[in-house]
């Protein structure tokens, strides 16, 4: 699987930014995609989530100010974070995560994207 992301960038607080992140297969049934984010000397955290049958998930800290949505194609997902309301603890490299589920509830695939830096300026 491949992922191609994107949007990064700076961006003054209280301002938006989208990130966009395009796996090369179709997210179904309860695999997921999302998004990650990491600080400097700081552990990578789950900033949202979305799974094949479009169940949600947030980080506490993003909820009510990021929404997540997803678009299927053929062979292909592609994901959008809408950030907005940002603040300059926001700030860090956003990396796309695709986590693939076998019929059976079994992980069958990890896959990371390459990291996309998001600078929110005070």
């Known amino acids: 699987v491949q992922l191609q992301a994107s949007g990064g960038g700076l961006v003054q607080a209280g301002g938006s930014l989208t990130l966009s992140c395009s796996a090369s297969?179709?997210?179904?049934?309860?695999?997921?995609m999302g998004w990650y984010r990491q600080s400097p000397g700081k552990e990578r955290d789950m900033v949202a989530t979305?799974?094949?049958?479009?169940?949600?998930?947030?980080a506490p800290s993003v909820k009510d100010r990021f929404t997540l949505t997803a678009n299927n194609a053929d062979d292909s997902t592609t994901v959008y974070l809408q950030m907005s309301s940002v603040k300059p603890e926001d700030t860090a490299v956003y990396y796309c995560?695709?986590?693939?589920?076998?019929?059976?509830?079994?992980?069958?695939?990890?896959?990371w994207g390459q990291g996309t830096l998001v600078t929110v300026s005070s």
């Open positions: 297969t179709t997210i179904s049934g309860i695999s997921t």
């Open positions: 979305i799974s094949g049958i479009g169940y949600t998930d947030y």
């Open positions: 995560k695709v986590l693939l589920f076998s019929s059976l509830g079994r992980i069958i695939g990890t896959y």
